[in-house]
């Protein structure tokens, strides 16, 4: 690999601290809307209203004999 020359001369203090300023950013993201239930919640619920309602009109019914 053939070496390339730099323009620039690297120039390390010999007395003194080297610092380097690392400066923080703010990354702002959109924002992620989640649902306050699941599809999966909601169907469970679903579910579980229709079979009470089976439930009561089997009930119903039976008191009506």
């Known amino acids: 690999m053939a070496e390339v020359k ?3 001369q ?4 010999k007395q ?5 300023k690392d400066i923080t950013t ?3 993201y959109k924002p992620k809307l ?3 239930k699941s599809l999966t919640l909601e169907k469970l619920e679903k579910m579980q209203q ?3 309602e089976t439930v ?3 009930e119903m019914a ?4």
């Open 6 to 8: 730099s323009m620039f």
């Open 10 to 13: 690297e120039v390390l203090p």
């Open 16 to 20: 003194g601290q080297l610092s380097v």
């Open 26 to 28: 703010i990354v702002l």
């Open 34 to 36: 989640l649902p306050l």
């Open 50 to 52: 229709a079979t009470q």
């Open 56 to 58: 009561c009109q089997q």
């Open 62 to 65: 039976e008191k009506e004999q």
